[in-house]
């Protein structure tokens, strides 16, 4: 199974809480969607899972939010950058932690190969369909263990 149709805020978050559990410091999580879709939400139950006690909001406006847990987390909104600018961000893909990125797009040449692909589609009001799509063996087989 590579989807899961999520039908509430609180069962998105639930869902990035229960991934969290497969995570490991270097495992990079890119996520694609519209305005909207719950890739902010997605997150902040990711952090809750990763043990992190501080809340998760969007950053857009400040590019990059690191949080103390588990792991280290790296947010990136990057709605608002693209590849040419050299804002550092490479720097975050060096195994560190755990780096979320949305928008993902803006940076495609920053992305390491081996990441897990996250698509959120919205369905209706309440309804979000999430994808997991494995890239390299990392994470195809926590594709095959994750079950939630
Ligand atoms: P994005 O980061 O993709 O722009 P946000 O997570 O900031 O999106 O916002 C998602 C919005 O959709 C929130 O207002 C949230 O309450 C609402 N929503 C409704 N149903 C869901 C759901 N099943 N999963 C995630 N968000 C949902
Ligand atoms: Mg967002």
Known sequence: MNYWILSSPE????FGKRLAEFLQAGDVLTLSGDLGAGKTTFT????VGLGITKLV???TYTIVKEYTGRLPLYHMDVY????????????????????????????KSLIPDQHLEIQIERLNENQRKI????HQERFERMCKEFNY
């Open 131 to 134: 994808i997991l799509i494995p």
């Open 44 to 47: 902040k139950g990711l952090a």
């Open 57 to 59: 909001n969007s950053p």
């Open 80 to 107: 608002r950058i693209t590849d040419e600018e050299d804002i550092g961000l490479d720097d975050y893909f060096d195994g560190s932690g755990v780096v979320v990125v949305e928008w993902s797009e803006n940076i």
């Open 11 to 14: 069962e998105t978050q639930r």
